[in-house]
């Protein structure tokens, strides 16, 4: 039987999760899913829904959060999702050394960030302290990787410019601590899975960043199938058992 349980990880209105937790004793591999949306209001962590429900199912607890969007001005969406992040240590069923991060589009975004919190300059938005662990894995969904590229591209009709305030030109300083091009290596097991037929978000974001990363050390590979954006978001679909096959390959 799975057990749902929403808990607020800070003071904020939007500053709010789920737990799904399975009917498994003892700490468990852990999932942190981060939702899409372009950074925009509108959208919410019942997007994660169906595929919290599924890696519940097989075992895992998983962490669906919800942050603040764009319409705040930054940092407060990297201040709430990395809160959301930090919220783990609250739970004596999250086993630390078996941490996945999951986001899909503009979540993906956010999940490649939370695993390079650590390479942040300290006083940076979002910075990681020594006690908050690394994720094993991060697997990125469809998602915005090279941010400043995707500016140049007008991605979701300028949501990069939106959540970040400018043009690469305008706030370099912000790009240089939110693109995660920039904070490379993370030293993270990275998976990123991409529809070929991605019309939101194309593929060669997902290229880009693997190129990147495999160039100065890291473990990060692509998988690529035959398929569109949201397939992301249906366990039952071709990206959902390349999800599995990550988190059962790693975590």
């Known amino acids: 039987m799975i057990v749902r349980k929403v808990e607020q990880y800070g003071g904020e209105p939007l500053q709010i999760g789920e737990w799904w937790v399975p009917a498994t004793d003892g700490p468990l591999p852990t999932v942190v899913l981060v939702h899409g949306g372009f950074w925009r209001p509108g959208f919410d962590r019942s ?85 908050i662990p690394r994720p094993r894995l991060c697997v990125a969904q469809g998602a915005v990787t090279a941010l400043r590229i995707a500016a140049r591209q007008h991605l979701g009709a300028g949501a990069t410019q939106v959540m970040l305030g400018g043009d690469p030109d305008e706030v370099p300083e912000r790009y240089a601590v939110t693109d995660p091009l920039a904070l490379l290596p993370t030293g993270v097991r990275t998976v990123l899975i991409h529809g070929t037929d991605d019309d939101d978000v194309p593929v060669s974001q997902a290229e880009r960043y693997v190129a990147a990363a495999t160039a100065v050390g890291d473990d990060a590979t692509l998988m690529k199938y035959s398929g569109g954006h949201f397939e992301h978001l249906d366990p039952e679909s071709v990206a959902g058992d390349l999800l599995r096959q990550a988190l059962v390959d790693q975590v």
């Open 47 to 131: 997007l994660e829904d169906a595929v919290a429900e599924d890696l519940c199912a097989r075992g895992f607890l998983c962490w669906n959060i919800d942050y603040a969007a764009a319409d705040h001005p930054w940092p407060t969406t990297l201040l709430d999702v990395a809160a959301g992040y930090d919220h783990l240590l609250t739970s004596d069923r999250v086993d630390l050394d078996r941490i996945a991060v999951v986001g899909h589009s503009a979540g993906g975004h956010l999940a490649l960030w939370l695993a390079s919190r650590h390479r942040l300059p300290d006083g940076a938005p979002g910075a990681a302290g020594p006690v």
